[in-house]
């Protein structure tokens, strides 16, 4: 073959080797590799915190003022503090010792508030002559008797002259701001205890305000010293204030209880009721037995059975012996 004719032909393929060269050349544009790194932007990785996060915080905000009501029932105060405090002592007698409902719960109050106003003079001696006895639960149980009032008036919901009833709250209104008054008095003077006048003052409502004049009556009544240092509050008027306030526990029904002949009671509330008097049966007992060392024979002119209506007899004076004839 001629030479010229040679070169010719290894010509051609250098030419194509050259076109071939400049393909992959013209392919890796800067473009490809640009649009990855376009990808990279920071407008994802900022929506996030571009997206406002307080509106979470907002919500919880707004269901508070909604839970407002639920705080004050849950800080109950006067007989219904003291259903929920005895209700779950209440709950663990076995139900074979459970006894049958025959009981006036305003007056097992009243006789459980005579009782502790003459024992609570011997304290110490009641401690020391019978230490077997639960002396903390003795002297409580007019409130366990309180708590079986609340429990009786969800049941019953008994329903009086509210006229009648209205005229004796604003006598009970009158007394509790006179008692209150001078208990807060005394007690910056250090004869009360601060703790025992807040947590009357604590208490609103009608029922509380009852409750308010029958534990104000027990403070002074308990406390010999209250009543030589001042001479506003008389032995007349402890003697009403505990008077209108157990008349008046009969009388009010507490808040939800069920109006007479609307429905028939529920038993749930009846059971809690008839336990919460067993307690108080069970444990007057100890009362009573305090009573009964400390007076013998005499034991029911000073603490009287829990369901007496006999007033407290007193001693008449002995005869005169008849003269020598």
Request: hydrophobic fraction near 45%; include cysteine.
């Amino acid at each position: 073959m001629p030479t010229s004719a040679r070169s010719r032909v290894s010509a051609k393929p250098a030419a194509k080797k050259t076109a071939a060269a400049k393909t992959p050349a013209a392919a890796k544009k800067p473009a490809p590799a640009k649009t990855p790194a376009a990808a990279k932007k920071p407008a994802p990785a900022k929506k996030p915190v571009v997206a406002k996060k307080p509106v979470p915080a907002k919500t919880p905000a707004a269901i508070v003022p909604k839970e407002g009501p639920v705080g004050p029932k849950a800080a109950a105060v006067g007989s219904e503090a003291a259903y929920q405090r005895y209700l779950p002592l209440a709950q663990k007698i076995p139900a074979s010792e459970v006894l049958s409902y025959r009981l006036d719960p305003v007056l097992a109050h009243h006789n459980a508030q005579l009782a502790l106003a003459a024992l609570s003079p011997h304290k110490d001696a009641l401690k020391k002559a019978l230490p077997l006895l639960d002396h903390s639960a003795l002297f409580d149980v007019a409130e366990l008797a309180q708590a079986v009032v609340f429990a009786d008036l969800s049941v019953e919901g008994k329903v009086r002259s509210l006229g009648e009833t209205r005229t004796l709250l604003t006598e009970a209104s009158q007394l509790r701001a006179l008692l209150l008054g001078m208990a807060e008095t005394l007690a910056s003077a250090g004869i009360f205890a601060a703790a025992a006048v807040d947590k009357i003052r604590a208490g609103r409502g009608p029922i509380d305000q009852a409750s308010d004049c029958i534990e104000l009556a027990a403070l002074f009544g308990k406390t010999p010293l209250a009543m030589k240092e001042q001479r506003l509050v008389r032995t007349e008027h402890i003697e009403r204030a505990s008077e209108l306030g157990t008349l008046l526990l009969g009388r009010l029904t507490p808040g939800g209880g069920r109006k007479k002949g609307t429905e028939r009671p529920d038993a749930q509330e009846v059971a809690a009721r008839d336990r919460l008097a067993t307690l108080l049966w069970q444990r007057y007992r100890d009362v009573r037995r305090a009573g009964f060392y400390l007076w013998g024979d005499e034991l029911d002119d000073r603490v009287p059975p829990l369901q007496s209506r006999q007033l407290p007899r007193t001693k008449k004076p002995a005869a005169p012996a008849p003269t020598p004839a």
